[in-house]
């Protein structure tokens, strides 16, 4: 099979003379250009900026600066980038930090949030939510005496959810609301301002957990009247492997929650060494311990790329994107025993197309080992393409699809085994 | 004034050159030979082989092998390096877990113990402990409700702890015994299988603070039936600034306890995304969410540092450091206005000596601005002269007390105002 030239090559190629954003492929280490990395979503391409940069931190301000390197930026950086992806979600300068994992930061909100709620006790997600947010949630409720009980909103489908399962969800027991403004099987894109909404008159909070819409899409959150979010920097960030996290609580909340973790940076006056805990004024209470300024340093020029790019181009790129992804898929992979696994709605998607296959788990295999496609995978039939626009060109899209089909089309997949890695 | 040759330059010369370690100062990067830094129990100085390994991660790991890069070594490296570090505090291999910073893991423990322990409500620690393990716990307390009370052990100098405040502090109402093994300020260093004996008479659980003695002491956390220690990389591991933490828990009781984070790394099994947490077996479940894996590689090379001096090599030339350092302070510095802030009991000490002084910050400025020697500087009047075996020599102890001497005699601190900045 040969996607024919005018829907497929060309096409591509005129899409990619029009992009825009084109240039910012030239910012990554693009090692291989033959390989067409769809895995974005997982962990983001590294920017020449980055490399660098880490030089310098390791070689000049660690290596001969020493102790002196916390004057020279890296007492600030929690702040300080914070403030620059701020400018990426509609939040404030000082609403916004760079700490911890998301799983910490989500912890500390949680608990802040039902604590601040009083008797209201429920927590409202879904079932589309990323494991890892239910199961800090259940433990923030069992640390705080288990009297909270978590509510999975389900769907009639395993793409979307619809507006109306909030109503029956949400009500005036409801402490709290947290979801992922993007899932990650589907990419389904919640309305932010609408979920807020209902979260609100029924007075409930809501954390809107970014990892999948931050650097992707523009995020609101003032503008939606938003309480609290967390997001990892790792992924269309491109801040690197397990790159510290954000938190944004909004300015008028962040007095009135504390957090659970009472470290030091969270303290007034941290170098004081007074006995006992006073928070910070702001958002800085939200600060726990040091951080890991090696991991954090990185995730600043990545921040700065997708600033200098701007999330509404980026955005309108993104959907062009996955609309020719789906595009192709209609064409030459949905006969091939793929059926897709993301919404059709571009207001509803996010980055990324899942294609799903019975045979999903070897045919990544041969993707990755044969035909130089990463995708990510999540079991059991679950092929996630993440279309990251500063670094994807339609041209790839359309190979990776070309690519796809040839597996199926020479079996080439049947040569592994269902063996399951540890990572994929 | 000079130091006479024979009990300075000579002696010192002497000293070093018996120095079994002495090679080791060849593993670091040392950009100016002439500065002094005595700093090492803040941030340690960077290892060569940190330097190569990380531009390999960055640039080939990572920019190279993308999201492959964590079957590369990422995705074990909390336990990989645990093991690693348990070999310097006396602990089974899987008994220790690299994660997080030192707060967070404290928190977790901390809430672990006071959950396990039931009914008992009191909470015990000292004033020289951290105040940020202090907050951690207050923070503890306040989020579990409020039925603990911290009951900090008063001393009757500011220097050392008797052991006769165990007696009274110590009883059947206490859950926790949280203490730093070797003290921020003075340098005291606790006796732990006493303290543990103490503890475990009582019924109480002990978690140990080891943030000052990994690294430039043997600890021996199994011979003395120790149960929890936290502790940070950044300090006499030279893994960096805020470098992640390890969290130690003894073998029997990790069964027992939970951590109250439940991120998907402790899940029992990350890739299976089941919606309800089991905790996985055994230490895995104090993971919380992904690591900093910049931060986490530069870990790795710096234990492997310490390993191979060996913590009693290290030890012994912590002693003689120390030491010195004393005699030189009896001879030169004491008439000039400093008070000792160290233990002289060589067994109670751990690697810094404290001199105190009236006029400490503006002698601190003087020392880093004019006299290129870093010491730590904690308000009001402290300077703490950290003694890293791996890099510092005896002809760096004898020409720091040279230095400090002639700020003194020569009035060289004057020039300097007393205004504070952010960090020294």
Redesign the interface.
């Known amino acids: 099979m040969s996607i024919p030239f005018e829907i497929g090559q060309a096409f591509a190629r005129d899409l990619d003379m029009q992009d825009e954003l084109k240039a910012f492929r030239d910012e990554f280490?693009i090692?291989?250009p033959d390989l067409i990395?769809l895995?974005g979503n997982?962990?983001g391409?590294?920017p020449k900026a980055?490399?660098s940069l880490?030089?310098q931190l390791?070689?000049s301000e660690?290596?001969?600066g020493?102790?002196?390197?916390?004057?020279l930026g890296?007492?600030d950086a929690p702040r300080r980038i914070g403030e620059k992806i701020a400018t990426l979600i509609g939040a404030k300068p000082h609403e916004v930090l760079v700490a911890?994992?998301?799983?910490?930061n989500l912890?500390k909100l949680a608990?802040a949030a039902l604590r601040f709620q009083g008797k209201r006790d429920r927590v409202v997600s879904d079932?589309f939510n990323?494991?890892?947010d239910?199961?800090?949630l259940?433990?923030?409720i069992?640390?705080?005496?288990g009297r909270h009980e978590l509510v999975?909103m389900q769907s009639k489908d395993s793409i979307h959810m619809e507006d109306s399962e909030f109503e029956r969800a949400v009500n005036d027991r409801t402490a709290l609301v947290e979801l992922s403004h993007v899932t990650f099987k589907s990419g389904f894109l919640y309305d932010m301002e609408r979920v807020t909404g209902f979260a609100h008159e029924a007075g409930a909070l809501v954390i809107w957990d970014l990892c999948h819409s931050v650097g992707a899409l523009p995020v609101r959150l003032n503008a939606c009247g938003a309480d609290m979010a967390i997001g990892?920097t790792?992924k269309y960030l491109n801040a690197?492997?397990?790159?510290?996290?954000f938190l944004f609580v909004r300015e008028d909340l962040q007095e009135k929650l504390?957090?659970?973790?009472?470290?030091?940076?969270?303290?007034e006056n941290p170098?004081?060494?007074?006995?006992?805990?006073s928070p910070a004024p702001g958002i800085n209470r939200f600060l726990?311990?040091?951080?890991?300024?090696?991991?954090?340093?990185?995730v600043e020029p990545a921040v700065e790329l997708v600033q200098r790019a701007g999330t509404d181009r980026i955005r309108a790129k993104s959907v062009r994107l996955t609309e020719y992804m789906i595009f192709l898929y209609d064409r030459f992979l949905s006969s091939r025993g793929f059926v897709l696994g993301s919404p059709r709605d571009e207001r509803r998607r996010g980055s990324q197309v899942s294609i799903r296959h019975a045979d999903a788990f070897r045919i990544i295999r041969a993707m990755?080992e044969d035909m130089k496609v990463?995708p990510?995978f999540?079991?059991p039939d679950n092929i996630r393409l993440g279309l990251t626009p500063l670094y994807i060109s339609f041209s790839e899209v359309c190979e990776a699809v070309q690519r796809i089909a040839h597996i199926i089309d020479h079996n080439v997949h049947e040569r592994f085994t269902h063996e399951r890695?540890?990572?994929?």
Do not use: H
């Open positions: 280490v090692a291989d990395y895995d997982s962990l391409r590294l980055t490399v880490l030089r390791v070689e660690w290596g001969e020493l102790i002196r390197g916390w004057n890296w007492w911890d994992s998301t799983s910490v912890f608990v079932v990323f494991p890892s239910l199961y800090v259940q433990g923030a069992s640390t705080l005496g999975l990892c790792y690197g492997p397990g790159a510290p996290a504390g957090s659970p973790v009472w470290g030091w940076l969270g303290q170098f004081g060494f007074d006995l006992r805990y726990a311990g040091s951080s890991p300024i090696l991991s954090m340093t990185a990755i990463i990510d999540r079991a890695p540890t990572v994929t």
